[in-house]
Nanobody
């Protein structure tokens, strides 16, 4: 099992930036992908960005060009740099890890979630 601890959420004005961090511990040797989902109030949870152990990245279309995901394997941490934030980016952001035979977009473990609020 992998434990995930997130940080970096908060309140920001539209056009601003935030950086989320997610530190992994536990059975980290078994992780193939880490990434972020988000869930806005009253909406389904959606995949935002992911990065594989080999460094391949994937983004949902609405954040391409604005968000960047990166991974520091030395400290078992994944980052989500969010620029040009929009009110529609407001959501709870959840870090996830896919382990073992799970597909890269299928979480095995979740973080506790961090709130991102973008004011207009």
């Amino acid at each position: 099992q992998v434990q995930l601890v997130e940080s970096g959420g908060g309140l920001v004005q539209a056009g601003g930036s935030l950086r989320l961090s997610c530190a992994a511990s536990g059975s980290i040797f078994n992780i193939n992908t880490m990434g972020w989902y988000r869930q806005a109030s009253g909406k389904r949870r959606e995949l935002v960005a992911a990065i594989t152990s080999g460094g391949t990245t994937n983004y949902t279309s609405s954040v391409k060009g604005r968000f960047t995901i990166a991974r520091d394997n030395a400290v078992n941490t994944v980052y989500l740099q969010m620029n040009s934030l929009k009110p529609e980016d407001t959501a709870v952001y959840y870090c996830y890890a896919a382990t073992g035979g799970n597909s890269w977009y299928v979480p095995s473990d979740w973080g506790q979630g961090t709130q991102v609020t973008v004011s207009s």
